[in-house]
């Protein structure tokens, strides 16, 4: 009677599929770019007054900056006062209920804030509020 040998060869080596794992990792990172809220900064420091009864906001804003020296910032351009309502009313166009956020430093002109919450009124604010510090 003859008797087979049966030899296993080494060479055959077992490989894991990583192409459904990539998948995945694609689509995580798909996900968290898609659901990343990004802040647009109003581009200026100013240096915000103290109140005790203020509110921290839960959702994107327009931020609007009036330095010490009367000057009116958005997203790190000088827009002036006269520049408000139209900038306010351009970015308003996406989402009507979206809130205008004034930050006056403590030594702007009290005329200039006052101004800037007008036009943000005309142009279709529903919600203009003042920074502040905590």
Same mark, same amino acid.
């Given at each position: 009677?003859?008797?087979?040998?049966?030899?296993?060869?080494?060479?055959?080596?077992?490989?894991?599929?990583?192409?459904?794992?990539?998948?995945?990792?694609?689509?995580?990172?798909?996900?968290?770019?898609?659901?990343?809220?990004?802040?647009?900064?109003?581009?200026?420091?100013?240096?915000?007054?103290?109140?005790?009864?203020?509110?921290?906001?839960?959702?994107?804003?327009?931020?609007?900056?009036?330095?010490?020296?009367?000057?009116?910032? &958005? *997203?790190?351009?000088?827009?002036?006062? +006269?520049?408000?309502?139209? !900038? %306010?009313? #351009?970015?308003?166009?996406?989402?009507?209920?979206?809130?205008?956020?004034? &930050? *006056?430093?403590?030594?702007?002109?009290? +005329?200039?804030?006052?101004? !800037? %919450?007008? #036009?943000?009124?005309?142009?279709?604010?529903?919600?203009?509020?003042?920074?502040?510090?905590?």
């Amino acid at each position: 009677m003859r008797r087979f040998r049966h030899f296993t060869s080494s060479d055959s080596t077992s490989e894991i599929n990583i192409s459904p794992l990539i998948d995945v990792v694609f689509i995580l990172l798909i996900f968290f770019i898609v659901t990343t809220v990004f802040v647009d900064e109003a581009g200026v420091e100013v240096n915000k007054p103290r109140a005790a009864s203020s509110e921290d906001l839960e959702k994107n804003a327009i931020l609007i900056a009036v330095t010490a020296n009367g000057r009116v910032y &958005q *997203g790190g351009r000088n827009i002036g006062v +006269g520049g408000v309502r139209s !900038v %306010i009313a #351009a970015l308003l166009e996406g989402d009507e209920e979206m809130p205008v956020i004034i &930050q *006056g430093d403590a030594d702007a002109n009290h +005329g200039t804030i006052v101004k !800037v %919450i007008d #036009a943000a009124k005309i142009a279709g604010a529903k919600s203009v509020s003042l920074a502040t510090v905590k």
